[in-house]
């Protein structure tokens, strides 16, 4: 079974602060790995996803990833209330139709 | 409207009882997925299809069925055989160029 694990939360960080999400994966085989945003009852919205090792930023968010730890983070700067939202990391194997499997996800609280 | 609608929003099922979730997209993509989410979890793979009349099992296919008559149409049955079908259903799709994929606004399913 390949596994995506995901850090443990709740997370909680005051506003402005860095929040750091960590994701982790088995299958060596993977090849693009997604960031979902996902907010309570709603369906998950794609962040940004990254499939070459080293960092990729998109305004506030950057993805870092390294292919030879099998590891996969997102950290989010000047975090801000409206961040407040369960995180989905997800990987996709190698095949052409993107069949992804979803880490459990981390819940992120950002505090005034 | 382009974009992924599922159907019904809400719905609840008697013991049972087989109930039918509809998903349609008009975004002309090939590969087209369902997952199901419990509460505080992340997503997991029903089944999904990379082209018409043809879908695979994905990891909890145990008590669903799907059809794939149409590019633009895949309907997941949630049989009696289903044990714990309460949750949330999440429609997607695929877009090979762009490597991203496209989520509905789901549907929650209820057993009463």
């Known amino acids: 079974q390949k596994e995506v694990e995901q850090n443990s939360g709740p997370l909680s960080v005051p506003e402005g602060a860095i929040a750091s999400l960590n994701c982790t994966y088995s299958d060596r085989g993977s090849q693009s790995f997604f960031w979902y945003r996902q907010y309570s009852g709603k369906s998950p919205e794609l962040i940004m996803f990254i499939y070459s090792n080293g960092d990729k930023e998109d305004g506030r968010f950057t993805a870092q990833l390294n292919k030879a730890s099998q590891y996969v983070s997102l950290l989010i700067r000047d975090s801000q209330p409206s961040d407040s939202a369960t995180y989905l990391c997800?990987?996709?194997?190698?095949?052409?139709?993107?069949?992804?499997?979803f880490g459990q996800g981390t819940i992120l609280t950002v505090h005034p | 409207d382009g974009g992924i609608t599922q159907s019904p929003k809400y719905l609840f099922r008697k013991e049972g009882q087989n109930v039918t979730l509809s998903c349609e997209q008009n975004l002309n993509h090939d590969a087209m997925y369902w997952y199901r989410q419990d509460p505080g979890q992340g997503l997991r793979l029903i089944y999904y299809?990379?082209?018409?009349?043809?879908?695979q099992k994905g990891d909890i296919a145990e008590g669903y069925s799907v059809s794939r008559e149409k590019k633009e149409s895949f309907p997941l049955t949630v049989t009696s055989a289903q044990k714990n079908p309460t949750a949330f259903y999440l429609c997607?799709?695929?877009?090979?160029?762009?490597?991203?994929?496209?989520f509905g606004e789901g549907s929650w399913l209820t057993v009463v």
């Open positions: 997800a990987v996709k194997d190698g095949t052409s139709y993107g069949k992804l499997t």
């Open positions: 299809s990379q082209i018409v009349n043809d879908f």
């Open positions: 997607a799709t695929y877009r090979h160029s762009g490597n991203t994929i496209y």
